[in-house]
């Protein structure tokens, strides 16, 4: 671990915490030191090949319960194995019998079902054993209903079973390192309808009032993939192929549906184009549900996504189901067709659909989109290894597979995998692609699986690679210099690696291109950079106009590339790709004091084609803070077509601040099209307005829009100004208090938590509603009120914290428990001891008049 942030906290507080509450736990100085540095993970040991899973179940929607007959079809690895374990957690056993009908004896464990089989096994001898039991999860299975927290809920259920949630629900093998056919067959009311993977093999009535549908999943997969929802929709179709396409929608969006998965099928035939590898299911559906934690979750052939991936044409302005929708396709054959066979290889499910993902957009929209999206991804995976953590892309070494879903499996797994590409070529990489598909179809894999059909495919030795990019961390960091010599008519650039080398990260190697520009050519040369330093030396007759590192940004790494003012204004102007001008416009935020320099980046703002660029100018026109540029941005707004260049525009407004932008900022809000840009004007409009910007957010809190974006960014308006006393203070709190009611959207309700934590700091009323939310049934409701809690910094929670640590569970990108700690933390260091003193008489007060009642 190479980056930790150390917890200050005054020690005295601390102390006094303890006393008053003794169960408040020291908590260690460091910051996610202990994720990736425990002992060696291997898969478990299986005594017994799973092979076939039927699952017979019912859910009781009043009790949140499962009743479940889950018969299993295992193969002996060995001779002499007696008792077989299976994951089960909150699993009430009722019997279990052996397929001829004889009971077995059985132990239930913490987290494990032991079954004694009756007899030794006999190596590839077959067993059917059959479990009858009722589940009462906490995680796996999700039920969605009206109830006082959540008034609007459809009636729905739909299961998640990644990464280690599918045992919550089913007795089963739960681990990514077997893979088995499955069926399952769900009892559902009318007229729900209830969907899983594989094919529909009927639908049979259950008595008057249910209906039973029995699927089967003919091609082996993992546990975590088995999906089941109930629930009544409006269905999408289309084909690709011979494929049947569906997408299942909640019923008042019927009319949204075309508009996130019409691109389905062009995402297919291009993903079997370029893998050469067919789709490797019967079918696909995307099923879209409320409440899911995540984007979209790749079931085979049944995808779970978010409902809220739907949008309406205004917000196509700004977003789009598109990446959604080919990621979790190229998990059918990333993630479903070939699977990580442990979680420490995560990237072989992640980094590849996020890869895959970005190559469709190359195809869909072209180059440029594609590489502004890297470059987007490398910005994520960067700040996760500079301010959180530095790790290895393959590890055996980790605490939870939750830690693994980060942005090194998913933006650096993809930035890996796109320079591989760009190490071998189109033709080979893709050549071993097909080869790794094919080879280890419906098989659980490894990085050595990858490396060795890459290298089969190739003929390449790949070693080097995977040793520095995947089986280490970091990446290179370049400090490059250039100087032309006239006498010698040679230009010579020094290279030197400056990160430092460690047992994590090495010395990078890798084949990099030098862009050398003169007015009338330009020439690349291909070198090899391995050395702590290198100096290459470069025909040049005539003093270069440009000179470029690495010039279509293939490479993952930090430049230190020293260029003058006017080599990057020649950059800005003809760098033939989007990496080059970019970059350009950055570096000459430091030239930025010059009329010259500023003039260039306003006269290329209205002639460059990509907006991405449009973007980063109007981003170093806002760093320089110049009256003259505000005037030229606001001139910008009212002919710039991208409304992301929009929203980069309001948002500099609002660092500028004056009555002027004040203005043209609440201008926006009333007329422009875009949600996101008038939510963008309205938070610029908080920094520039003040507290005069409350009456436009409590008149913006009336504005529908996509995912509720406005009338979020009016929340947190409203709570800019954390020193607010008094009667305005009260006001706000009152109008938070109400917003974060149930009756609000999620994520209007969400917003009005975080809000409530800043604003809300000594009031009674942020302080009850955040600690109801606590009690909430939604995760992302409770995960909210945990982190208000920690910002509003009352000691008053540290007992409810407390409680309801015991009472979480981790799940995949979120982890209640660690976000408690970090509240408590917070408490800890925000806590004033005379300002603790005064609160805990307060409580004193309060119990000895609550026992003066009783008695």
Not at 70 to 81: L, Q, S
Not at 136 to 160: C, H
Not at 631 to 647: I, Y
């Amino acid at each position: 671990m190479l980056s930790t942030i150390t917890v200050r906290r005054p020690l005295l507080a601390v102390c006094v915490l303890a006393l008053v509450f003794p169960s408040y736990p020291l908590a260690q100085d460091s910051k996610g030191s202990d994720k990736f540095n425990g002992p060696l993970r291997d898969p478990p040991r299986r005594d017994f090949d799973f092979i076939h899973l039927r699952l017979e179940c019912s859910f009781d929607w009043e009790a949140e319960s499962v009743d479940g007959i889950v018969t299993h079809t295992v193969r002996a690895f060995r001779d002499g194995v007696r008792a077989l374990e299976l994951d089960a957690v909150d699993v009430d056993v009722r019997t279990v019998t052996l397929s001829d009908g004889r009971s077995l004896s059985f132990e239930t464990l913490p987290k494990k079902l032991r079954v004694d089989l009756g007899a030794e096994s006999r190596r590839g001898e077959e067993i059917t054993f059959s479990v009858s039991y009722r589940a009462q999860p906490r995680l796996g299975v999700y039920f969605r209903k009206p109830r006082a927290d959540s008034p609007e809920a459809p009636v729905q259920i739909w299961t998640q079973g990644e990464a280690e949630e599918a045992r919550h629900w089913i007795p089963c093998f739960d681990h990514p390192s077997d893979k088995l056919t499955t069926e399952v067959l769900v009892k559902a009311p009318r007229p729900l309808i209830a969907i899983s993977n594989g094919r529909l093999l009927s639908k049979e009535p259950d008595g008057d009032d249910a209906s039973v549908f029995h699927w089967r999943q003919e091609e082996p997969h993992t546990t975590y993939l088995i999906s089941v929802i109930v629930g009544e929709f409006a269905v999408w179709e289309d084909s690709a192929g011979k494929i049947p396409l569906k997408a299942y929608v909640p019923k008042k969006y019927a009319d949204l549906a075309a508009r996130s998965f019409e691109l389905t099928a062009d995402i297919i035939e291009h993903f079997q184009l370029k893998t050469g590898v067919l789709y490797p299911w019967p079918r696909y559906d995307q099923i879209c549900v409320s409440g899911f934690r995540f984007g979209g979750m790749e079931n085979t052939a049944a995808t779970t996504l978010n409902e809220r991936t739907l949008h309406d044409e205004r917000a196509a302005l700004d977003v789009s189901s598109r990446g959604l929708v080919a990621h979790e396709l190229a998990h059918q054959w990333f993630g479903d067709l070939v699977t990580c066979r442990d979680w420490g290889d995560m990237w072989l499910n992640e980094g590849f659909a996020t890869f895959f993902a970005n190559l469709y957009a190359e195809h869909h929209l072209g180059e440029d989109e594609a590489v502004y999206a890297r470059g987007e991804k490398e910005k994520k995976y960067k700040s996760e290894d500079a301010d959180e953590y530095r790790r290895r892309l393959s590890t055996r070494r980790w605490r939870s597979p939750v830690d693994l879903f980060d942005s090194h499996s998913y933006s650096k797994g993809c930035l890996v995998l796109s320079m591989l590409r760009y190490v071998l070529g189109d033709d080979l990489f893709f050549a071993g692609i097909r080869l790794y598909l094919e080879r280890n179809a419906y098989r659980p894999v490894e990085t050595a699986d990858f490396r060795a059909a890459m290298e089969e495919a190739t003929g390449e030795s790949l070693g080097w690679f995977f040793d520095q990019w995947v089986h280490s961390g970091g990446h290179p960091r370049y400090k490059v210099r250039s100087r032309w010599n006239a006498e010698t008519e040679s230009l010579k650039v020094e290279v030197e690696q400056t990160h430092a080398v460690d047992n994590l990260t090495p010395l990078f190697r890798m084949p990099v291109v030098f862009s050398i520009a003169h007015s009338s050519a330009v020439t690349e040369h291909k070198v090899w950079v391995s050395e702590k330093k290198h100096t290459f030396t470069f025909p040049a007759a005539k003093r270069p106009l440009m000179v470029r590192f690495d010039p279509d940004d293939w490479i993952l790494k930090e430049l230190d590339f020293e260029r003058t003012r006017e080599e990057l204004l020649y950059q800005l102007e003809f760098a033939g790709n989007v990496a080059g001008r970019i970059e350009a416009a950055k570096g000459l935020e430091m030239f930025g004091g010059t009329e010259t320099v500023r003039a260039k980046l306003l006269e290329h703002l209205d002639s460059e084609p990509f907006w991405g660029v449009r973007r980063q100018i109007v981003s170093t026109l806002s760093a320089l803070k110049e009256d003259s540029v505000t005037g030229r941005l606001t001139a910008r707004l009212e002919k710039e077509p991208k409304s992301k260049v929009r929203r980069e525009i309001v948002t500099a407004l609002g660092e500028a601040g004056g009555e002027e932008c004040a203005g043209t900022l609440r201008d926006v809000i009333s007329r422009e099209a875009s949600y996101y840009v008038v939510a963008d004007a309205l938070k610029a409009l908080g920094k520039v307005a003040g507290a005069e910007a409350r009456a436009d957010a409590i008149r913006a809190l009336a504005l529908p829009s996509h995912r509720e974006v406005i009338r979020v960014a009016a929340v947190e308006v409203l709570a800019m100004d954390d020193s607010m006393t008094g009667d305005v203070q009260k006001e706000v709190v009152g109008r938070l208090v109400s917003l974060a009611a149930p009756a609000n959207p999620l994520p209007v309700r969400l917003a009005a938590f975080r809000a409530l934590g800043k604003a809300g700091k000594g009031t009674d009323d942020a302080w009850d509603t955040l600690k109801e939310a606590l009690e909430e049934s939604d995760v992302t409701v409770r995960w909210e009120a945990i982190e208000a809690l920690g910002e509003l910094g009352d000691p008053r929670a540290v007992p409810a914290l407390e409680k309801r640590k015991g009472e979480e569970t981790a799940v995949v990108f979120r982890d209640p428990v660690e976000a408690i700690s970090k509240a408590l933390d917070q408490i800890a260091g925000k806590t004033d001891v005379d300002d603790l003193k005064k609160q805990v008489r307060e409580l004193r007060e309060r119990l000895e008049t609550l026992e003066k009642r009783s008695n």
